[in-house]
């Protein structure tokens, strides 16, 4: 038991969350496997979860960075339905180029970045507000850029979209007795891509040890020589140009344009955060934990909706209940490591 | 010029809207000292810090660094000069690890290299015999590490002169010694120390010179030795030894209370305010007082006993009765009234009218679940605005609009509504304007002579003097000494406060 304290005494919050979310995914998955049979065992069901959420996955790395910075950012859903708006009407309307639409996403979300960036960071406005207006004024955009909702027909984007990349060896044997493929898309490539590149640049930059300086003290961090206000800015470039590309590999998988999409997505990705040990109050969190917290939550949904509880409002509650529960959980860890310091 | 001097600054002025901060100040420091700078609140020295340090730019003056003239803007260019400084609250970010505290924000590299870091970390925590390892999260660290950590980077960082702003007030004892040993070994590097507290024990302890500094006012500059604690008081507190002419102009409380029945008891009483066990006694119809330099623990003392802050050891009796008192409300119930020593943090609330103001403790009493009428409340406000004659224009003006004095009366209302027969009355007089102060010092003491118990602190000993007929004087946060009847002096109280040498 000494031991024991002593090793939470020696972790850093931030590990020591990360720790709890991983044990907590892995005992879920095997929890589902035991309980829900057999789905869950095939390789391909945890593709499946990778394939529907890598927007989200790409989307919460972006959320844990302004909020490891201590601020947040309720754009990003909006952002998601915009560029898949105005890509979808870019290719099938003017008959327009697969990199050109990608483009376009980019610099949605660079745009976005600049403008909530200088208004949270250089006119120190609470990001909540300016990102709630930016979140409003995404879906506004949207139903104006189209108001109906469309799929896109746009052959080489369809190539794009129907593209699978097959992993070899972890293939299943279906019903019929025939052999599948397992198989990734490329929105799970390009998560992938992002969450390594996030996590490097968290922990072996020096801008992503200033996120965390900022995040866990204002005004300490600008003591120490950290340039606080473009450190905030750059938190919010990251998180608005991440919610740019998570938004084109949304309209990847979906393939539709639509001012209904990614309702929420902003909700899911702070909760994935959260369920991934990064905390509100800011300075603590990993993008590891987050990638997790993103696993955690859609595998929570898959466990409802093949128990037969397939409605939201059961989905909604298990939610609610899983956040409390985790939040519970760091909370009461936290408590007790900093009872083991005190001694 | 001393031609050695590592900093100098001369003929600092610097002014705020209404207020000479600083008046011509001139401050020198040699390499390989620990110079103290004193004066009790508002005589200047965290401004002049501040000046140095580059939060505040200063109005007019020169400082020069090695004999060089040089301009500080901000507190990155005071660091690049190699002025760094440590303050009472610690600025570092408890979720960083050790290392990276020490080392953040000080290059421009893009890569952050975590080995080099950590070894180099480990190598000056090592050298500086500090107990913490290079890559534990700072915030599991205690307060007197965490500040120690906050030198060892102001070191790395090739500091020549380091400022520390009160850094002991929130250590303990030993916590302290650890602090000073690592003072003394940069001392012997050749780095010049600033040291700021309210400590006189720690000042006669690390210290090699001292300056004191009285309204924004040089007062001078003097060797540890040549200045006894005695002399540093009086010259800090601006009254002179021999000055005879603030005897007790007015006995009007005292001796009768003398033979008054113990009202109210503490004994071995401590709050985690970090005072030390005190015990204390009040008579029915007595005015006392707790004395002592800023920072000494009146106010915390006080606050225990009401249970403002959390007592931790000790017991309480009133009228020979044992009393549990652990959160203010009991204190209340117990009759015993407590006017904070900040007004507009503890006291009013703002936005509520005279009559809500001056009704709240008693409210508080009855229970939230039974107001008084409007009619009850009225004749409540009406009675105390007219026996205080508080100016005011109506019973319902927001008290935030009235003048300090009276909202001082205000509360010193809320309390005597409640008819408490003990009244604690923390610093009532401060920030308001003479006539109220002497309004409320004659209040004091009619309430003395119809029986009431109270407790009067003020920063102002004159006051005191008039008003309490036994003074119980601290230093750091030990009550040192008791004094009455004749022994009620400016010079006494002084010198119980210098303490120690004083006696022998």
Redesign the interface.
Known sequence: MEKVSTKL??????NLLLTITIVVFILMYIGAVLFQGKGFTKPQAFFNILNNNAALIILSCGMSIVMITGGIDISVGGVTALVSMCCAVYLDYHNGNVAVSMLIALLIGLAYGLVQGFLVAYLDIQPFIVSLAGMFFARGMTTIVNTNPFNVENADFVALKETRIIIPGMGSVNKLGKYVDAYVEIGVVIALIVVIAMFILL????????F??V???K????????NVKRTKFLSHMICSTLAGIGGYVYFLHVGSGAATHAQGAEMNAIASSIIGGTMLTG??GNIIGTFFGVLSLSTIKDIVSSAGLDQAWWTGITIAAMLCIFLVIQSVVMAR?KRA?RK | MGNQALLSLKGIYKGFPGVKALQNVDFQLQSGEIHALMGENGAGKSTLIKVLTGVYTKDEGEIFLEGQEVSIRSPQDAQHLGISTVYQEITLCPNLSVAENMYIGRSDDMLQNWKKMNEGATKMLESLDIPAKATQQLGSCSIAVQQMVAIARAVDMDCKVLILDEPTSSLDDQEVQKLFKLMKELRGRGVGIIFVTHFLDQVYEVCDKITVLRDGKLVGEYEIKELPRLQLVSKMLGKELDDLSDIKSSDASGETAKQGEVLFEAEGLSSTEGIKPFDFYIRKGEVNGFTGLLGSGRSECVRAIFGADRVVSGSMKKNGKTIKINKPIDAMKNGIGYLPEDRKIDGIIGDLSVRENIILALQVMKGFFKPFTKAQANAFADEYIKTLSIKTASADTPIKSLSGGNQQKCILARWLLTHPDYLILDEPTRGIDVGTKVDIQKLVLKLASEGMSVTFISSETDEMLRTCSRMIVMRDRKVVGELTGEDLTQNKIMSTIAGGEAKS
């Not at chain 1, 005004?219 to 950290?226: D, K, N």
Request: charged letters at 20%; a positive charge; proline letters at 0%.
């Open positions: 005494k020696n972790m850093t919050d931030t922990r072996w930059t020096k801008l992503g040890r200033s965390y300086a995040g866990g003290n005004q300490s961090a600008l003591m120490l020589g950290i300075g603590v490591k310091i």
